[in-house]
């Protein structure tokens, strides 16, 4: 294990509640992500450094997005999956409602994988009980609960010969690697990658980079993991923020990491003493990540 000291810069000083699931188009060649809390959709133009805020419907609370073949984004909210075209101004269509109205419950983290599906996590936004579904959302917008009994689903994502899937449950600190059929769109052999329970940190969103290693955010340790594809942790990066969320490859030839942040329930105190918290940073890791798949449907 290595422990690193590398520079950390400030991409955008958003200030979010609760910034999430930051994603590199490579078409505007710009860093969307989510306030989950506001909620708005943001953006970033690493060579401009423009950065836009888009204040979305109090009921379209974002839980992840995921870029659309079609332009646009998929919004995953507690009313179900829309369509969202931010350059056009298009107004959201939902596609599917795998909640069907559930009181309290909410998508959370989801990622897609090569063949454009939507893999998503629901939660119950405040019981912390095993409420949880994975479900798959297929290009047509077919639902299929795929797992079920977790408190807070977070980090999936692919590895990069689309045969081993990665997903979590942040509340019980543990992540876990399946194999993935990516012709069937069906995962087995679930098993435990990395148990983090006698961590300080808990694990919250993750990427796969271009070596088939996975980057994963640890909330409340301040810390950003680089876990070897046996599950061995390879680098431990402190970050300046407690509460890093979930890390992106972007900007040129894929080479920078981008990591969203929160201040949730931060005191006017605790904010002032960390004045970063709820910042997108960026850092150079020395490895490339992989491009963004995208919905199909």
Excluded at 23 to 31: A, G, Y
Excluded at 180 to 191: E, H, K, L, P, Q
Excluded at 204 to 212: K, W
Aim: charged share 25%; aromatic share 8%; with cysteine.
């Amino acid at each position: 294990m290595q422990e690193a000291d590398l520079p950390v810069t400030v991409a955008v000083q958003s200030a979010d509640i609760l910034g999430e699931v930051p994603l590199w188009c490579d078409r505007t060649r710009r860093l969307w992500w989510v306030d989950v809390r506001r909620p708005a959709l943001q953006s970033y133009d690493p060579v401009s450094r423009r950065h836009t805020a888009q204040c979305l419907h109090p009921d379209l609370i974002t839980g992840s997005i995921a870029l659309r073949d079609k332009g646009g984004v998929l919004l995953a909210t507690p009313g179900g999956l829309f369509t969202f075209d931010p350059e056009q101004g298009v107004a959201a269509r939902r596609i599917a409602d795998p909640l069907g109205g559930a009181a309290g419950m909410r998508l959370n983290d989801g990622k897609c994988d090569r063949r454009g599906r939507f893999w998503v996590g629901s939660m119950h936004d405040t019981r912390r009980e095993p409420l949880g579904v994975l479900y798959r959302v297929d290009p047509d917008g077919r639902c299929t609960a795929m797992l079920d009994d977790f408190v807070l689903p977070n980090a999936i994502c692919f590895s990069p010969d689309d045969r081993t899937m990665y997903f979590a449950d942040t509340h019980n600190q543990m992540i876990w690697a399946f194999d993935y059929d990516i012709d069937a769109g069906a995962i087995s052999n679930r098993r435990v990658f990395k148990d983090w329970t006698h961590q300080k940190g808990r694990p919250d969103g993750a990427t796969v980079d271009a070596q088939g290693y996975l980057w994963n955010c640890m909330v409340a340790s301040g810390q950003l993991m680089r876990l070897a594809p046996d599950g061995r942790v390879d680098r431990v990066i402190q970050l300046p923020v407690t509460n890093p969320t979930c890390p992106a490859f972007g900007g040129e030839g894929l080479a920078t990491l981008f990591i969203t942040s929160h201040s949730q329930r931060f005191t006017p105190q605790e904010q002032a003493a960390e004045p970063l918290a709820g910042a997108v940073l960026a850092l150079d890791v020395g490895v490339r990540g992989l491009p963004e798949p995208r919905f199909g449907g």
